[in-house]
C-alpha cells in the first residue's frame, strides 16, 4: 500500500513564527504535492514537484516556500505564518509515468496560526 | 483554465434512497477520479475512470465517465449511513500530471 505521511496532525503557531510542515512518502514516487483545503474552498494547490530540488508554483504559492532534498520528502514552509494560513494542509504523491495519475494523500495537517 | 463543477455542493438523503452526484469539466480528459474524505481525514481514492464510457461500481456506488458531455457521475443505490462523507471529483487536464478538484458534495445520509 501506498503510505504518505505528514510530521503533524494538529499544530498551533504564533503570527511571524516560521513553520515546516513534512511528508514522506514511501513508494518512491516522483511527484509530490502540497494542498490547502478550506471550507467552500474546496482543495487549492500550493505547490508541487517532479523531481529532487524540481518545484513548481500552484494555484495559491504566495506566503509559501517548499523544498525537496530527497525523493521521499517534501517540505512545505512558511516563512512567517499568518493568521490567513490557518487551514487544513494535504501532501500527496504519485507516479510521474501516466495515466493515471491517481494521487495519493497524507492523513492532512490542520495548522491553526493564533 | 480547467474548471471542476460539482453538483450538488450539499446533498442530504435518507437511508434506503438513490440518488447522483454530477461532475462537469471544461477541457477534453478522458480521465477522471473520484475521492472520497471523512469528517476531519483526508481523501481517499475511489475510483478511476479512464476512457469514454467507463463504469465502476463499488458497493452502493458507481461511477461512470462521459467524456462527449465531459460529465462524470456518481450514482449511490439505497443509501446507508455509512456512506456520509464529502465525495470529490477531479480532473488531470492531459498535458502533465496535475489534479484539478471540484468542490467536493457533502452527502448526509439520514436514518
Known amino acids: 500500500d501506498v503510505k504518505v505521511t505528514q510530521s503533524s496532525r494538529y499544530l498551533v503557531k504564533r503570527t511571524g513564527e516560521k513553520v515546516f510542515l513534512e511528508c514522506v512518502q514511501d513508494?518512491?514516487?516522483?511527484?509530490m504535492f502540497w494542498y490547502r483545503q478550506d471550507p467552500g474552498l474546496g482543495l487549492r494547490l500550493i505547490y508541487f514537484?517532479?523531481?529532487?530540488?524540481?518545484?513548481e508554483k500552484g494555484d495559491i504559492p504566495e506566503g509559501y516556500s517548499v523544498s525537496r532534498e530527497k525523493k521521499e520528502r517534501f517540505s512545505l514552509i512558511l516563512e512567517s505564518a499568518s493568521t490567513n494560513q490557518t487551514s487544513m494542509y494535504l501532501c500527496?504523491?504519485?507516479?510521474?509515468?501516466?495515466?493515471?495519475?491517481?494521487?495519493?494523500f497524507g492523513p492532512g495537517t490542520r495548522l491553526t496560526v493564533t | 483554465e480547467l474548471k471542476v463543477e460539482q453538483n450538488p455542493l450539499f446533498l442530504s438523503m435518507q437511508e434506503g434512497k438513490n440518488y447522483t452526484i454530477y461532475c462537469n469539466y471544461s477541457?477534453?480528459?478522458?480521465?477522471l477520479y473520484w475521492y472520497r474524505q471523512d469528517p476531519g481525514k483526508s481523501l481517499e481514492s475511489l475510483f478511476v475512470?479512464?476512457?469514454?464510457?467507463a463504469v465502476k461500481q463499488e458497493g452502493r456506488l458507481m461511477a461512470s465517465l462521459d467524456t462527449k458531455a465531459r460529465l462524470s457521475t456518481l450514482h449511490i443505490t439505497a443509501a446507508v449511513h455509512d456512506l456520509s462523507a464529502t465525495y470529490f471529483c477531479?480532473?488531470?487536464?492531459?498535458?502533465?500530471?496535475?489534479?484539478?478538484f471540484g468542490k467536493g458534495t457533502l452527502l448526509t445520509v439520514n436514518p
Open positions: 500527496a504523491s504519485s507516479l510521474l509515468a501516466g495515466p493515471p495519475f491517481e494521487q495519493y
Open positions: 513508494m518512491d514516487h516522483e511527484n
Open positions: 514537484s517532479y523531481d529532487v530540488k524540481m518545484k
Open positions: 477541457t477534453t480528459s478522458d480521465r
Open positions: 475512470l479512464l476512457s469514454n464510457g
Open positions: 477531479a480532473v488531470d487536464g492531459g498535458s502533465n500530471y496535475k489534479l484539478t
